[in-house]
């Protein structure tokens, strides 16, 4: 469990917990993928925006800030109203968040993360030491190991000699006990921002030729992509604004499925959203940004090198995703579970990556899933065995050869309905008339319905 919400908390669910024993005490429990590129980039946004209160503003782990108010709170009326007013403004903005504030970082963070409220200055022993041991950014197994001991509250440690605790649990534990007490310095230092990775081109003239604006669109993006490459970053998203002699302004915006800064493959992706533009009187100045750029290592790039097969894959990800949209482009993954729906998870493809599919330990399985259908049986046969005859699709079928069965059970975490038959035996089934066929029928099922089949794939 990535994240919960307060329902969810409610419920006595907590963040680490596994999904399947989540779900045995919340049957009910409604999931979806955690979008952790999303929440890097709201978590950066709400860094600037605490900069109204402190221009020492860093990151406190992946879902938490740290600011250095020195100097500040007397702006707002006091700590208090200043966290008042952090806290109103985040609510009107639709947030719930937990705060803290104390004389040093690492209490801070203790008593934001373990409870919330304000640390007078000169009781930062009274402030934190009810608060266990885990507060103080120290990693499980010393965590347990202190429990074990006895040790569950900073309090406990504080009556400690350090040197036996240095020995016994190593100088992390008393640094980050330090660091919070005040005896070690640590200092909040703020992220910089990433550069502004844009060009711009003002014409002598006004153009409208859309080989004009391309050759103006190579040479920003010759500007563009030598940034990046310094700060070792790649595009995902570039928009391109051709700004009208009539004061109007045009844009064509790409996305790319991986991070790249090869200007003449990304330049092939504009050609049809400049094609369709309207020149109008003229264009006088054409202006490019990435916009949304990711991290990429430096690679060799140019037409010395020949192309790879992933980068061939992923330029033809980027042309569909320009034209139908990156959630549109999907890949399948294998996902671990041997219930033939769930053994496979589909994703986008651009925001994905591939995977092995795992090897193969059992029976082959069928190129095509699909939802069960039903099967009329035509023929005789033996009880759990598969029938002579059928009819599938309006079609008719004999038994050519059967081979199986392939018993699944169903997975007791998840109450499908689907599943709620019980055991399923799967045979392949090849026929006489050609297709070969992925039939099943459930043993425990009622006597009248023992012979009840259906059909859920097809083999190549």
Known sequence: MHCLNVAAESQGLQRGMALADARAICPGLVTRPADLAREAAALAALRRWVERYSPMVARDGADGLVAD????????????????????????????????IAETRGAAHALARHGEGIV????????????????????????????????????????????????????????????????????VSPEADLPQFSARMTFPDPIGLQADVMKGLARLLERV????????????????????????????????ARPMRDAGRIKALFTKGVDEVDAGFGIEALRLTAHVTERLAPEQIGQGRP???????????????NRLGFDRVLRLLPAQSDIPERSFIIAPAAHSAPEESPPQCGPARPITIFPPEPVTTRGGGRPGHPPSA??????????LRATGPERIAPEWWFDDPAWRTGLRDYWRIETREGPRLWLFHTPQAA??????????GEFA
């Open 120 to 187: 007078e200055e000169g009781a930062l022993t009274d402030g934190i030491g009810p608060l266990p041991v885990t507060a103080l950014r120290i990693d499980g197994d010393t965590a347990q190991a202190l429990t074990r001991m006895g040790l569950k509250r900073i309090s406990d440690l504080m009556a400690q000699p350090r040197a036996p605790l240095a020995r016994r649990f190593g100088t992390g534990l008393v640094l980050r006990l330090d660091q919070a007490l005040g005896h070690q310095p640590e200092p």
């Open 307 to 321: 192309l790879r097969q992933e980068d061939a894959l992923a330029d033809l990800f980027s042309t569909l995703g």
């Open 390 to 399: 059928f009819r599938w699709r309006r079609m008719a079928f004999t038994t």
């Open 225 to 256: 992509c030598v940034a990046l490459a310094q700060h070792q970053r790649g595009a995902r998203r570039l928009r391109l604004e051709l700004h009208r002699v009539d004061h109007e302004t045009a844009q064509v915006e790409i996305g790319l």
């Open 447 to 456: 006597a009248w319905a023992a012979q009840h089949w259906f059909a859920q």
């Open 69 to 100: 108010i020195t100097g500040v709170p007397h702006l707002f009326g006091g700590e208090a109203d200043l966290r008042g007013d952090l806290h109103a403004r985040l609510t009107r903005a639709g947030m719930s968040a937990t705060s803290a």
